[in-house]
């Protein structure tokens, strides 16, 4: 058993979430129930399957949820992509974000390939 609390991916991943957060509070109100509900759930999800991963008895077992919070890293970065040409975001906005997003995915990469 891991203490998430300590895994610098764990804490880089609550960091992405705040940021999707603060990314989608810009997008339209009609958006409320689409992509923005969409992407948040994907950004609370990464940290949330890190943190329940580390709970679990195996490495094994905590390498499935590493990569399933890589797949919902992989989501919010189509999300955004999508939230950029969609207007909602621009480019400048969206720059920050996508470092931590590939960021917290190297380190996923990095975290599964040593388990």
Known sequence: M???????VWKEGIILAKLVYESSAQFPQ???FGLKSQV????????S???EGAGRGSNKE?????RIALGSAFEIET??????????????DNK??????MDVQKMLN????KL
């Open 30 to 32: 009609e958006e409320k």
């Open 96 to 101: 920050r974000l996508m470092q931590q997003l």
């Open 79 to 92: 999300q955004m992509i999508l939230a950029e040409a969609f207007g909602f975001v621009t480019e400048v």
């Open 62 to 66: 905590f390498a499935q949820f590493l």
């Open 40 to 47: 948040n759930r994907a950004a609370v999800s990464v940290p």
């Open 49 to 51: 399957n890190i943190a």
């Open 2 to 8: 891991h203490n998430f609390k300590e895994l610098r």
């Open 110 to 113: 990095g975290l599964i390939n």
